[in-house]
């Protein structure tokens, strides 16, 4: 895999564009012009699943119901993750102006930014955004509304379905799938639910063309995301960059001279270790991230970085399906067990096997990712788990 | 039409309507999927994760509960790593679950019990987790235990309480390993908006919501030579209780059981059925007296349309959703309390027997009809009425328990007194039985003449719609009762506290206008009731209704008003219906509850 160099790029936070005017143009474009738009973009979720958006759209554009939603997730819980806040602090109305392009393109009349609870510090000001945005709205004559709604802290209303029942008013409990939101979302409608930065990404797409886009990143990675750097960095931060680098020149660029291993992905992502920083591409083909790069080196004790993610999914599950409810509670008595010697080395086999269950059996994405740390780091770094 | 898929089992073909899920698709072609929070009364939760199957190019495994089968759709349902996830699942439930099966209730009736001896899971493959919780039991309520040490969060409570009976007196609290089915505020069952129904009890697949019983305090007083120790049985045990016995759903038992109860001990084998008859005796004539206080007094405090007031469950429910219709409520005891009220009065001068001596069981298919007899308003004997009620199922324990075989015993009869009851007493059994035992009567005492229907069967009334409503047009009617020429008198039925509230709501705008509405607490009404067999299921409802209305016609006397016991009781001893003396041993009134 030839491994992009590292570049920098300005598409979510630049402002060398006359908002209003981008609005106006997209909102001009016929509904299919827009899928189109975002299809040949190749733009793919940023939350992390990475779901083609124009997919999304075009799947709730197809229905022939009159109520339909967008909802923007700003549930931004990931571990590691902080890229959204800054999204809203700084440029809200993209994100709005994502959502009304949405809105047109699937023929919905309303929609939701669902908040993350830590986040109300922000309400205000989007509030204030909000009324502002509206009112350019008017002004170009489109009659799409956005509502604000607080989550309440729950790690586990990121997940869509758990946000709507939220939403609803219900206890953030994920449904079953199918029917996927295209079909039955918020209220059962069709709805669109997207990540705060792809609402960005889409508007920025109108204005500037699916080409452009498409050309930046591979060929399962399509254009630039933004990354929230953190642990053992001295550059800690939040950066746009294009897709398909290796955590190689990642981590030359953000590392402390001593990383030994990064966390791509927050706790429910994968852990690399230094062997594997040349091979590994950021993206898609490789591992992909909804933004959290967390980095480690060598003073730091994987045992305890992957003691305290169980310890995160333990407490985060919703409890409401077996595999994840117990298998995280398991996962973590097993190691604990393990590092006393309460259990012999080879029960670490047998919670890997677990884990391999909890991701084919878990109700929703949560249960099922937990295996992604928990096997990448046993994996990785065995020794560390035992001694 | 609907649309058929067609999809391929472990390799064998098999076409279904779109919508059916493939759990269901398997059970076509006798293809077993273990389950444990999937229950036909309830919406799919898909939480367990025990009924995975391997759907062909799919990354995951799918729960076969919640999976809508989809054309050209490939399962496997036993494949090496669908064996091994089921088998973790059930190990994951058993690390959390207080699997002290020997002490527990539930013992040999746990599904979950059945599933982990059907993988032969003897050495656990898990840390046990159940020292590291803090479990609590609930044993304060009359009605039910709950004990969260044997809970697999399997939610079917939760969705029984709120779905079928519009209670959510259960609800899923707490997340993660701290995640658990609890109440408002965590308070005790008996101190929350519960009804004590039992449809909870009667769904919960292990040992945490399980019936209080009473099986040991009933033996200690079949066995004390100073008791008199009599049991009555409600009309639904009779067509249910041979399920716990090894007979088929909708078996009748009446004589079995009847024999059964005389070689367990008890002195006196009698009837609730008999005092179905005299509710409908009593309500009747209460419905006829508001009907004429309404319509021709005028008398604007007469609350209509009246409640049937059978259902402890409803009477629960009444008290705390819509206190301001307790006025509505026919002010009847259940047959279970007008019996014991003249168990310790007229049965007891009748054999003379000092009433201080006699112990008075019940047998019901209801767990709410313990918190009855416990009621205050339930000592108008001068004693408790009833002593000691218990379910179906705790009946069937004590048989096994006795070394009965059940199935080989031949019919006996009921003793007399109160032991004499009618077809319209045992269809009380079923829902809407309540209303065609008293259209029976008191049409025929307003017209003379038997009511309508082909055989007496007021069919409009019988079925399992939720909510059904029948009106009856009263005319030619005798000279006593004038004043109800032309009436067209219009009922409703509702079975389930789901129904119940749907038609209160409806009452409460004014959308309904009816003269007498008969509510049972559980769905199918008591063949349906919470202390009935499990499992209970559509299909098991409809087959124990056929056979109370089996029973019904084969009964010599079928309707309640022709009894000769309860002619005999209002000659003797109560004058007649609404009269003092059944004023104050049959009926009462209850009293509003909070909220919350």
């Not at chain 1, 929703?364 to 994996?379: K, M, P, R, T, Y």
């Not at chain 2, 009921?414 to 065609?436: K, L, N, R, Y």
């Amino acid at each position: 895999m030839p491994d992009k160099r590292l570049k920098r790029v300005d598409l979510i936070f630049s402002e060398d564009c006359i908002y209003k005017d981008v609005l106006t143009k997209a909102l001009n474009k016929s509904k299919e012009d827009i899928i189109k738009e975002i299809l040949d973009s190749g733009l793919r979720g940023r939350g992390g699943a990475g779901f083609p958006t124009g997919m999304k759209w075009k799947f709730t554009s197809e229905q022939t119901e009159s109520e339909k939603y967008v909802v923007c997730n700003a549930d931004e819980g990931e571990p590691g993750t902080f890229k959204d806040r800054e999204i809203l602090t700084r440029v809200p109305h993209k994100v709005f102006g994502g959502m009304a392009v949405c809105g047109k393109a699937i023929g919905a009349k309303h929609g939701y930014v669902y908040l993350r609870g830590e986040y109300r510090f922000l309400k205000a000001d989007i509030e204030k955004a909000l009324d502002q945005f509206h009112k350019t709205l008017k002004e170009i004559g489109s009659d799409f509304q956005i509502h604000l709604l607080m989550g309440a802290g729950a790690y586990i209303c990121g997940e869509e379905s758990a946000l709507f029942e939220s939403m609803e008013g219900h206890r953030g409990e994920p449904r079953n799938k199918p029917p996927y939101p295209t079909i039955a979302g918020f209220r059962k409608k069709p709805t669109v639910i997207n990540n705060v930065e792809t609402l960005v990404y889409a508007f920025m797409i109108c204005n500037i063309g699916s080409k452009k886009f498409h050309d930046l990143g591979t060929a399962d990675s399509r254009g630039s995301k933004v990354f929230s750097v953190s642990g053992d960095t001295p550059i800690p931060g939040i950066y746009e960059l294009e897709l398909g680098m290796s955590l190689e020149t990642f981590v030359e660029e953000f590392g402390d001279g001593d990383t030994k291993a990064v966390q791509v992905g927050g706790a429910s992502g994968f852990c690399v270790p230094r062997k594997k920083f040349k091979d590994t591409i950021i993206g898609f083909e490789g591992v992909p991230t909804g933004g959290s790069m967390m980095l480690f080196n060598s003073s730091r004790s994987m045992y305890n970085v992957l003691k305290n993610y169980v310890e995160f999914f333990e407490e985060e599950s919703c409890g409401q399906c077996t595999p994840c409810r117990v298998g995280c509670q398991q996962l973590k008595k097993g190691i604990e067990a393990v590092k006393k010697g309460e259990k012999s080395a080879a029960y670490l086999d047998s919670l890997q096997k677990l884990a391999d269950t909890m991701k084919i059996t878990a109700k929703c994405g949560l249960g099922q990712s937990v295996a992604n740390s928990f096997s990448s780091i046993v994996d990785n770094f065995k020794e560390e788990m035992i001694y | 039409m609907a649309k058929t898929v067609n999809l391929k089992i472990d390799g064998i073909d098999v076409s279904v309507e779109q919508g059916t899920t493939v759990l269901d698709a398997a059970k076509k072609l006798n293809i077993h999927i273990p389950t444990l929070c999937y229950h036909e009364d309830l919406c799919v939760a898909g939480n367990c994760r025990v009924c995975v199957v391997e759907q062909e190019g799919a990354k995951n495994l799918v729960a076969s509960c919640a999976m809508p089968a989809s054309e050209g759709m490939i399962i496997h349902t036993n494949t090496h790593k669908v064996r091994n996830a089921r088998r973790h699942v059930v190990e994951l439930l058993l690390s959390e679950h207080n699997a002290d099966c020997t002490k527990c209730y539930k013992n040999t009736k746990c599904e979950l019990q059945n599933l982990a001896s059907e993988m032969v899971i003897t050495e656990p493959m898990f840390i046990d987790l159940v020292p590291f919780k803090e479990y609590k039991i609930d044993k304060q309520s009359p009605s039910i235990i709950k004990d969260d040490s044997k809970c697999i969060r399997c939610q079917r409570c939760v969705r029984t309480c709120h779905e079928l009976q519009h209670v959510s007196a259960l609800g899923v609290a707490y997340k993660g390993d701290h995640m658990k089915i609890s109440t408002f505020f965590e308070n005790p069952m008996y101190d929350v908006v519960c009804t004590n129904c039992g449809q909870c009890v009667n769904r919960c697949p292990t040992g945490a919501l399980i019936e209080k019983n009473y099986i040991d305090q009933v033996w200690d007083a079949i066995y004390d030579p100073n008791k008199h120790v009599i049991v009555q049985t409600a009309p639904a045990t009779r067509i249910a209780l041979g399920e716990d016995l090894g007979m088929e759903p909708g078996s009748i038992v009446t004589g079995k059981m009847a024999a059964s109860l005389r070689r367990l001990g008890f002195d006196s084998v009698l009837d609730t059925d008999f005092t179905a008859d005299l509710t409908i005796m009593e309500e009747g004539t209460e419905l006829l007296t508001r009907l004429k206080k309404a319509l021709v007094d005028k008398d604007q405090s007469i609350k209509l349309p009246m409640f049937t007031s059978c259902s402890p469950g409803w009477i629960k429910f009444i008290e705390h959703l819509y206190p301001e219709y307790l006025d509505n409520l026919s002010t009847c005891k259940s047959p279970q309390q007008m019996f014991g009220a003249l168990a310790k009065t007229y049965y007891a001068q009748k054999k003379g027997i000092d009433p201080a001596t006699i112990v008075s069981v019940s047998i019901m298919p209801c767990t709410a009809k313990k918190f009855e007899a416990a009621r205050p308003e339930m000592r108008d004997s001068g004693f408790q009425d009833v002593d000691l009620g218990i379910t179906t199922r705790e009946l069937a324990v004590m048989i096994k328990q006795a070394g009965i075989e059940f199935e080989s015993l031949s019919d006996e009869k009921f003793d007399s007194i109160m032991g004499e009851s009618t077809g319209a007493a045992v269809i009380f059994g079923a829902t809407g039985g309540v209303m065609e035992a008293a259209l029976r009567t008191a049409y025929e005492l307003v017209t003379g003449r038997e009511v309508p229907f082909k055989n007496l069967n007021i069919t409009a009334v019988r079925g399992m719609e939720g909510v059904r409503e029948a009106s009856v047009k009263l005319e030619n009617v005798l000279p006593a009762w004038s004043f109800l020429e032309g009436v067209e008198l219009k009922t409703a039925v509702a079975h389930g506290l789901t129904n119940a509230h749907q038609i209160m709501e409806a009452i409460k705008k004014g959308e309904a206008n009816y003269h007498f509405v008969e509510v049972m607490g559980c769905p199918g009404g008591c063949i349906g009731g919470g202390g009935q067999p499990i499992p209970t299921t559509p299909e098991i409802r409809r087959k124990r209704a056929e056979a109370i209305y089996r029973e019904d016609e084969g009964m010599k006397i079928r309707k309640s008003h022709e009894n000769p016991e309860v002619i005999q009781i209002y000659k003797e001893f109560l004058g007649e219906p609404l009269g003092h003396k059944s004023h104050e041993l049959l009926h009462t009134h209850y009293h509003p509850r909070k909220r919350v």
